[in-house]
């Protein structure tokens, strides 16, 4: 689908099959503090979804890299998870699958993309502003973390030419 600038990785589509290996990659990647990642037997259920489509981040002899889970519908896309394992960080292979992910929501008519990000997850927050989404609320307390506490979402919004 898409071809890295070094040519070290290349982003495909994925299947259910899939799943046992985006979830060993969460459980990795996401800050368990605020139980982001999904499980195996929920990517499933995601993808049992038409709407819904993974990418992954892979290279030869290497495990899952990285990936992001889309849903679109109509004119509507969500980018509902994203995540790059901590080796193969600042690589740029998020920025690629989130625009391979936009390629493929427009592709299927989707006309804006929008998502929901921790308040406190600055990498994330960096990498979408660089992308050009754009912040269009936010949703107090909307994570709940393992301690008790509790971190805002700001909605990102990037719309399609
Ligand atoms: C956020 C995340 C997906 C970024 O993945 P990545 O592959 O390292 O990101 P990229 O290499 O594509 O970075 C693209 C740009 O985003 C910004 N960025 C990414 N990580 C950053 C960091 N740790 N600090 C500051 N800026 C960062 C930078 O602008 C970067 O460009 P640059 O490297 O040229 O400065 C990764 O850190 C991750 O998996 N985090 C845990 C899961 C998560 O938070 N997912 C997103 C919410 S669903």
Redesign the pocket.
């Given at each position: 689908m898409a071809t890295a600038r070094d040519a070290l990785w290349q982003i495909a589509a994925g299947t259910a099959v899939d799943a046992p290996a985006v979830e060993s990659l969460s459980a990795e990647?996401?800050?368990p503090a605020f139980r982001?990642a999904w499980s195996a037997a929920q990517l499933v259920r995601g993808l049992d979804d038409p709407g819904t489509f993974l990418l992954l981040a892979r290279a030869p002899g290497r495990p899952l890299m990285?990936f992001a889970l889309t849903r679109a519908v109509v004119a509507e896309s969500e980018?509902l998870?994203?995540?790059?394992?901590?080796s193969?960080?600042?690589?740029?292979?998020?920025?690629?699958?989130v625009e391979a992910a936009i390629a493929e929501a427009r592709a299927r008519g989707a006309r804006r993309m929008v998502?929901e990000?921790?308040e406190s997850?600055?990498?994330?927050r960096?990498?979408y502003?660089?992308l050009g989404f754009l912040p269009v609320g936010t949703r107090p307390s909307y994570y709940k973390s393992v301690t008790g506490g509790a971190a805002a979402a700001i909605t990102l919004s990037r719309a399609f030419d």
């Amino acid at each position: 689908m898409a071809t890295a600038r070094d040519a070290l990785w290349q982003i495909a589509a994925g299947t259910a099959v899939d799943a046992p290996a985006v979830e060993s990659l969460s459980a990795e990647a996401f800050d368990p503090a605020f139980r982001e990642a999904w499980s195996a037997a929920q990517l499933v259920r995601g993808l049992d979804d038409p709407g819904t489509f993974l990418l992954l981040a892979r290279a030869p002899g290497r495990p899952l890299m990285g990936f992001a889970l889309t849903r679109a519908v109509v004119a509507e896309s969500e980018l509902l998870l994203c995540a790059v394992a901590p080796s193969s960080r600042r690589q740029g292979l998020a920025a690629a699958l989130v625009e391979a992910a936009i390629a493929e929501a427009r592709a299927r008519g989707a006309r804006r993309m929008v998502l929901e990000v921790r308040e406190s997850n600055h990498p994330a927050r960096r990498l979408y502003h660089r992308l050009g989404f754009l912040p269009v609320g936010t949703r107090p307390s909307y994570y709940k973390s393992v301690t008790g506490g509790a971190a805002a979402a700001i909605t990102l919004s990037r719309a399609f030419d």
